[in-house]
């Protein structure tokens, strides 16, 4: 089965009050860790493989922010799909294909 997941977390009370860009950098570090495919966009990072690794990756991230935090959001939507595989990149350019 392929899952491709795209997740946000938002440090809601945390020490300092200035950019994400920090959290969500440690963030990235545990998702490359991973070995995950995934890329980062503006509004949240997108991940593809198994779901137990998806989760268990997730997991990770959100208990990291929450040492620091005091209270942490999190956004998660998951599409799970018998079979085929490089679909992150698959989705995105079958919409280019029809916009040429």
Same mark, same amino acid.
């Given at each position: 089965?392929?899952? $491709? /997941?795209?997740? %946000?977390?938002?440090?809601? @009370?945390?020490?300092?009050? &200035? %950019?994400? /860009?920090?959290?969500?950098? *440690?963030?990235?570090?545990? $998702?490359?860790?991973?070995?995950? /495919? ?5 509004? &949240? +990072? $997108?991940? !593809?493989?198994?779901?137990? #690794? =998806?989760? *268990? +990756? =997730?997991?990770?991230?959100? #208990?990291?922010?929450?040492? @620091? ?5 999190? +956004?998660? /939507?998951?599409?799970?799909? !018998?079979? @085929?595989? &490089? ?5 995105? #350019?079958?919409? &280019?294909?029809?916009?040429?």
């Amino acid at each position: 089965m392929s899952c $491709v /997941a795209t997740f %946000s977390l938002f440090p809601l @009370e945390r020490p300092d009050q &200035g %950019s994400f /860009a920090p959290y969500v950098a *440690r963030t990235i570090e545990i $998702v490359r860790e991973s070995g995950l /495919a995934h890329e980062l966009g503006p509004m &949240g +990072t $997108v991940l !593809e493989g198994d779901l137990a #690794d =998806i989760m *268990r +990756t =997730i997991k990770q991230c959100h #208990d990291d922010m929450r040492k @620091e935090c005091g209270r942490v959001y999190l +956004t998660l /939507a998951v599409d799970s799909r !018998e079979g @085929e595989s &490089g679909r992150m990149r698959g989705k995105v #350019d079958s919409v &280019g294909e029809l916009l040429k």
